[in-house]
T-cell receptor
Framework: AQSVTQLGSHVSVSEGALVLLRCNYS??????LFWYVQYPNQGLQLLLK??????LVKGINGFEAEFKKSETSFHLTKPSAHMSDAAEYFC????????????FGAGTRLFVKA | DAGVIQSPRHEVTEMGQEVTLRCKPI?????LFWYRQTMMRGLELLIY????????DSGMPEDRFSAKMPNASFSTLKIQPSEPRDSAVYFC??????????FGPGTRLTVL
């Protein structure tokens, strides 16, 4: 069965530091990949998506992610963290060997220290 | 576009009562999803509709849960009877092609 693994349920960075949130998926067929962000008391909203075009995907709020087929990874990065980035981030995979379903990772909560 | 609309935003009820959650998807979207989110279990897919037809309800916890989509612009999730362990945030999401999903603000359900 297709799965998504997010390494680290909590990540803490200082304001201005690099943000790196890790995501690995399992699928023999390259799927569509997504990162969603959830701010407190809100629903999830799309940050960025990979749909088999460019492997480096740029999203909103300065985030980007790189699809690496050889590593089955889709890590999310941002060069400089801002206090407003504090939220929970979900990696998701659609298609591939999972068919029509979208599988969400368990989420990583990002804390940003002043 | 107003986005996905859910009502109510908060619901507090007593064990044994019937609860109905409502969702209006984005106009033109043909896929609709119901999720449940808790601290213990994270985000769980309950049921998925495509063109108003339930495609996968394997995530529905038990017979106390039921979902309907009578038309393209409205869906309900009903819990009857409700139990304290049903307390969670319930999200509705819609999609045009089934991949990128647009989430509503959620309904926070508390069952006492």
């Amino acid at each position: 069965a297709q799965s998504v693994t997010q390494l680290g349920s909590h990540v803490s960075v200082s304001e201005g530091a690099l943000v790196l949130l890790r995501c690995n998926y399992s699928s023999s067929v390259p799927p569509y990949l997504f990162w969603y962000v959830q701010y407190p008391n809100q629903g999830l909203q799309l940050l960025l998506k990979y749909t088999s075009a460019a492997t480096l995907v740029k999203g909103i709020n300065g985030f980007e992610a790189e699809f690496k087929k050889s590593e089955t990874s889709f890590h999310l990065t941002k060069p400089s963290a801002h206090m407003s980035d504090a939220a929970e981030y979900f990696c998701a995979v659609h298609g591939g060997t999972g068919g029509f379903k979208t599988i969400f990772g368990a989420g990583t909560r990002l804390f940003v220290k002043a | 576009d107003a986005g996905v609309i859910q009502s109510p935003r908060h619901e507090v009820t007593e064990m044994g009562q019937e609860v109905t959650l409502r969702c209006k998807p984005i106009s033109g979207h043909n896929s609709l999803f119901w999720y449940r989110q808790t601290m213990m279990r994270g985000l769980e897919l309950l049921i998925y509709f495509n063109n108003n037809v339930p495609i996968d309800d394997s995530g529905m916890p038990e017979d106390r849960f039921s979902a309907k989509m009578p038309n393209a612009s409205f869906s309900t999730l009903k819990i009857q009877p409700s139990e304290p362990r049903d307390s969670a945030v319930y999200f509705c999401a819609s999609s045009l092609k089934g991949d990128e999903q647009f989430f509503g603000p959620g309904t926070r359900l508390t069952v006492l």
